[in-house]
């Protein structure tokens, strides 16, 4: 298994090194076999490492706005689009519209050639017949109508391929979104187990158990370590098999200056609350930490039941 | 039945729906899509290249290549602003690497002389200016030393190697200096990040 920082490093080599690939619309993926290399990573580890890269590569793309902007020339894009040639894919036509009818040659008029000279009379154009200049008109008239409704039915027929494409892209959009919250929400935890275990691991660890509260239990099963390495400001409460309730898990830290929230602790079988101690001043009198169940996170003093309570330190290493 | 009134499909139509237009043959995609990044684009090649005339044709190079390799874009890889960057950045980054001495004094020369084309600010979109001032003031958030090893790798093209044996510091310096200014940068830009994706 790969550590999270160990991931996100690669993910930046990997990243800058999309930078020179000879087509940057290409970069090689996470899991591809050739980047994979000896990590042999797992497809959920290939999946944020992918993410992880991705984001890296937008970070490096985000960089070309550093540059003071500049207006193209007048006919800068003019001669663009002149040099993109004809080569390639054209759009679809529009359907053709309806062509108006082909009058065939008219049998002759003449009733010597009607009733056969002894030899074919070539085929040919009939004098032109006396029409009213108002039919024409008419005629051209129904024409150019049937033509508008042609290239009206195609352009509807083109918004509507074009709104579908772009519901579809917004639709991808929303999905890679919720994908990326997804890897970040695991890497953000990544980064709090690695918190944890460095806690925990430190010489000098305080430890303060908390402990079910109430009879029966008010969240039975549920309990809560809180970690507290000497020389840091973060401490770390673990909290465990704690149902979901109706309101929030608020922790508070009690002195006998008062009751201070420091967090709310979700539930779930395990969560984890990251306290920045230093942002709660001095916390030297701490007396105990209580989890009560309250309607609302910004409570400024306990009003619900409280779940779990802990007042004895212990140092463990 | 009628049809919806809306003139212009393409300009509200997103990035990857455009680049995808293109590779179905729409020149009009080519130029709206134009219209939203040669700013950016121009700005960025004029940073690498440093002369005006030939920024326009790295752009341009760049609109050519979205034109014939518009079917390979992948937008689960890279956004569209991305793409059209490194794309204008590596065919920056190629001038500069093909030039001879003598190009790159006449360059210099050029950049003395020239005035410059009418200034961006009404071009470029309300979001794009935005985006910017918050790049530039996060870039300028980074030590120095950190800022200069991605200037370095983005502007200039150049390997983790070549900046250690340009400025003299070690490579593992570099190494280190360039993931805590990416992971700084990634972190304060989350917000553009998304908008991106």
Known sequence: MTEPTEREDRAILEALAALDAEAPEAPPRAGDAAAAG????????????????????ETLGLLAYAAEPAA??????ERLLAALGEGRGRPAEPPAAPRAAVVPFAAPEDPEHAAGSGFEEPLRRPAPRRRGRSGALAALAAVLLVAAAGVAGWLYLELDRSRGAVARLEEERARLAERLS???????????????????????VEVCPLHPMGDPPVAPG???????PPGSGTWYLLGSNLRPAEGVYLVWLNTPRGNVPAGVLESGKQSILELDAAAFGD??????????????????????????????????? | MEPPASPDPYRSAGDAALVRAVGEGSREAVAELYDRFAPMLLGLARRVVQDP??????????????????????????????????????RAIDRIRNRTVVERTHAAAGRESDGGHASAEGAARVLDGERRRRVRAELAGLPDEQRQVLDLAFYGGLTQREIAERTGIPLGTVKTRTLLAM??????????????L
Request: net charge negative; glycine share 6%; hydrophobic share 40%.
């Open chain 1, 38 to 57: 000896p990590w042999g990573a797992s497809p959920e580890e290939t999946e944020a490492q992918e993410t992880l890269r991705r984001l890296y590569l």
């Open chain 1, 283 to 317: 916390l030297s009198d701490l007396t105990s930490i209580t989890v009560t169940v309250e309607p609302s996170p910004d409570m400024p003093e306990p009003q619900g039941p409280t779940v779990l309570y802990g007042d004895e330190k212990m140092t463990v290493l």
């Open chain 2, 53 to 90: 005339a030939e920024a326009e044709e790295v752009v341009q190079e760049a609109f050519v290549h979205l034109w014939n390799r518009a079917r390979g874009y992948d937008s689960a890889r890279s956004s569209v602003a991305t793409w059209l960057a490194l794309v204008t950045r590596s």
């Open chain 1, 222 to 228: 549920a309990f809560a370590i809180l970690y507290m």
């Open chain 1, 182 to 204: 997804r890897q970040e929400a695991l890497i953000h935890r990544g980064g709090q187990i690695d918190g944890v275990l460095a806690a925990v691991s430190t010489p000098g």
């Open chain 2, 183 to 196: 992971k700084k940068l990634r972190a304060a830009l989350r917000d553009e990040i998304r908008e991106l």
């Open chain 1, 72 to 77: 193209p020339p007048p006919g800068a894009r």
